[in-house]
């Protein structure tokens, strides 16, 4: 069953408003509550009045066809732009109050450095910003997601497509010429999510140095990227800045890797992680994050780990204390995992060791972890 959808935006619906004289009025004044209004008085069916734009056309077209079996969710993912936040507002808008496409839960996301005015932030961030949250959704709702490519920029469009075919998940289209949306076809070829694993050890110290800055130097992981085989060394990129050379992980290998992890999560094979030899895991805190162990103490880390059979170590990687929304994020460096556990109080990081020796038992490792603490915190 299909519940959730999610919609990539473009702002050619604003030109459309421009040329109409009651809603440029409207616009100029900012009153975009009442334009999804007139949109929904518009008569006929929404997905053939061109007026309302690719948005409204494409998802009215998707619904009535029955590509999507509940209207449960959807998630327009929009430009770091004026004109991306105005569309996100009109759709929401327009499909909170439509009567005959109204989705139970309606999310407008805006990809933060996708935006026309910075290429360098657009293919450094931008793209790489869609891919990983329409990986996150699809994960979320994997099996129930389709994902509708037909608004935005053409990269836009072209990586959702490429995500879709790398996680098998239906993309769906709607060219302007075209009466309703058509479903792109799969690609005659399949990826080789083994490289995935055989090459994990430089996806995954580039990806943990990214999370708290923007590149990785090249000399950190040349050794690793020099034995690399030629077709994995496409998927990054090398780039010279002030005398120093930095690599970091293009969008096109962003979008292998998260299909690889999700074609790893799903897999259904029979593997089996042994237990630790020792009663209890060894758990380690250093002095300079001692505040780590009121919130370890208060939301009973320890014991929950300890209840994980696999677990041989945990140590703590690091502590803010900052407020942010709560969460749990579980991945992989090199032959361990590496935990993130996000409360009120604070954010949490550890590293945590295990009995996996294998490239797929890590894995395995890794998703069970996360389920177990999506479930226990």
């Known amino acids: 069953m299909k519940d959730t959808m999610i919609c990539t935006v473009g702002a050619s619906t604003i030109t459309n408003i421009k ?11 900012e009153k975009y509550e009442e334009i999804a209004r ?3 008085n518009q008569p006929g069916s929404p997905q053939n009045i061109q007026l309302l734009g690719a948005e409204i056309n494409s998802v009215a077209s998707i619904v009535e066809l029955g590509y999507i079996d509940e209207t449960k969710n959807i998630y327009f993912l929009h430009s770091e732009t004026p004109d991306g936040r105005t569309m996100a507002r009109i759709l929401k808008h327009y499909f909170t109050n439509s009567s005959s496409f109204k989705f139970k839960n309606i999310q407008a996301i805006e990809i ?13 961030k931008g793209l790489k910003n869609l891919v990983i949250t329409m990986s996150q959704i699809s994960r979320n709702h994997y099996a129930t997601t389709i994902i509708n490519a037909t608004g935005g920029y053409k990269a836009q469009i072209a990586f959702a497509l490429a995500l879709g075919q790398g996680m098998q998940i239906p993309v769906y289209y709607r060219y302007e010429k075209f009466p309703s949306v058509i479903e792109l076809p799969p690609l005659p070829l399949t990826l080789d999510f083994q490289l995935y694993l055989n090459h994990r050890k430089i996806f995954d110290i580039i990806q943990d140095t990214e999370e708290t800055s923007d590149f990785t ?66 758990f380690l805190s250093s002095e300079s994050e001692k505040h780590s162990l009121e919130l370890v103490k208060k939301y009973r880390i320890q014991e929950i780990l300890n209840k994980v059979p696999y677990i041989q170590a945990a140590r703590v990687r690091k502590y803010s204390q900052i407020e942010i929304n709560a969460g749990v994020v579980v991945d992989t ?31 395995k490792a890794k998703n069970e972890l996360q389920q177990y603490l999506e479930n226990k915190l």
Request: overall charge neutral; cysteine-free; aromatic content about 8%.
């Open 38 to 40: 007139n949109f929904l």
């Open 217 to 282: 130097l090249l000399n950190d992981v040349e050794s690793i990227y020099n034995s690399l085989e030629e077709k994995v060394k496409l998927l990054f990129e090398i780039e010279k800045m002030e005398n120093k050379k930095y690599i970091t992980i293009n969008a096109m290998g962003l979008t292998f890797v998260e299909s690889a992890k999700t074609y790893y999560k799903m897999q259904k094979k029979d593997i089996t992680l042994k237990p630790r030899q020792n009663k209890d895991i060894h």
């Open 333 to 363: 460096l090199d032959k361990d995992l590496k935990v993130s556990i996000a409360k009120p109080e604070g954010i949490i990081r550890f590293l945590i060791e295990t009995t996996a020796v294998t490239p797929e038992e890590l894995e």
């Open 19 to 29: 040329k109409d004289e009651v809603l440029k009025e409207l616009y100029e004044k």
């Open 112 to 124: 933060k450095g996708l935006t026309d005015t910075n290429k360098e932030d657009f293919k450094r």
